[in-house]
């Protein structure tokens, strides 16, 4: 179902599905691959993406790597610098971030993330594991302030 490219270890990538259905859209969904922004995203997590919004400090955003512009990424943005963004991932023990890349231009960020979707399970089957899936499955993705802050004295 899905195709990569270039796929850089510890980066969460969208599949090319994600490219080719955006095309013109407004909003569209992106699937997460790898570990970079957990615990807030966590591999097989689905989101909904709107496309040409505004980066904001705090917010997650999909874009283009610079280096491998066919390879999309999701990231934090944690604050404005000259040039563009400086992003950061949520877990930094998996890199593939600014500090790797340095600032990210504002013409290779595509849009904002603003609802992650978290996919049933398939050993999700007792009444207790459903419950919990129904409360957490979906939750909105608004720009953290306190992880801005503490991300950018990285």
């Known amino acids: ?11 969460p ?15 569209g969904l ?3 691959t790898g570990p ?3 615990p807030t995203l966590r591999h097989g997590d ?3 993406v709107q496309y040409g919004a505004a980066a904001r400090p705090g917010g997650i955003v999909v874009l283009r790597h610079p280096f491998q512009q066919d390879l999309l990424v999701v990231k934090r943005a944690v604050e404005r610098r000259e040039g563009g963004w400086w992003v950061l991932g949520d877990n930094p023990y998996a890199g593939g971030d600014s500090t790797d890349y340095g600032v990210v231009p504002d013409e290779l960020i595509l849009g904002r993330a603003l609802l992650r979707y978290r996919p049933l399970a398939g050993g999700q089957r ?14 909105p993705l608004l720009p953290v302030r306190s992880a801005s ?3 950018r004295a990285r």
């Not at 179902?1 to 980066?11: A, I, L, S, Y």
């Open 13 to 27: 990538e969208l599949s090319q599905e994600t490219e080719r259905g955006r095309a013109g859209a407004l909003f």
């Open 30 to 32: 992106a699937e997460v």
């Open 126 to 139: 007792s009444p207790a594991a459903l419950a919990r899936w129904i409360f957490s499955a979906a939750r």
């Open 36 to 38: 970079s922004m957990v």
């Open 1 to 11: 179902m899905e195709e990569r490219t270039g796929e850089v270890p510890g980066m």
């Open 149 to 151: 802050r503490r991300l």
């Open 46 to 48: 689905r989101l909904l």
